[in-house]
């Protein structure tokens, strides 16, 4: 993706800013039980949550966006079992960015805070209610200043 993004800009992308931070994910069943996947992970600058049994496990991106001018990048796969009933977790940077009326951000931990609080236990539509509630919560009157999605996939 990032070289076909450096590709489809040309030579008109050093006055385009064309860096984004995404997060791919690819999951395959085991060959050995049925009740596994497996979960391959890559990452620019978007990490993956995983909750099993109120356990989770984060899976962070690399340090780089795709589409940075004249960067060759070799992104990382990150593997990892992972089973029925379990929930992934994929945002946009626009949820931990989002500021409230005194211009605090939302945060990286105020949102693995929310993760690790039960909720996974919960149905996915409680849990868009939840996540939809805490952000309004935090944000007040403050204008949304960046595209806000949420993704959870339960397995």
Known sequence: MHEALLEIAGKEHKQIELSMQIGLCV????????????????????????????????????????????????????????????????????YIDQANPEQRRFGTQNFKNALQSGIAEKSLEEQQEYFEKLLQEHQKSAPQRDDITLLAIML
């Not at 990382?76 to 992934?88: D, K």
């Open 27 to 94: 999951v395959e069943p085991s060959e050995y039980d049925p009740d596994k996947m497996i979960l391959t992970f890559a990452g620019a600058g978007r990490p993956l949550y995983y909750i099993q049994h109120a356990e989770m496990t984060e899976l962070k991106g690399d340090r780089f966006s795709i589409g940075e001018v004249n960067e060759k990048k070799v992104f990382s796969n990150r593997c990892l079992e992972v089973q029925r009933g379990g929930i992934l977790y994929m945002n946009t940077d626009g």
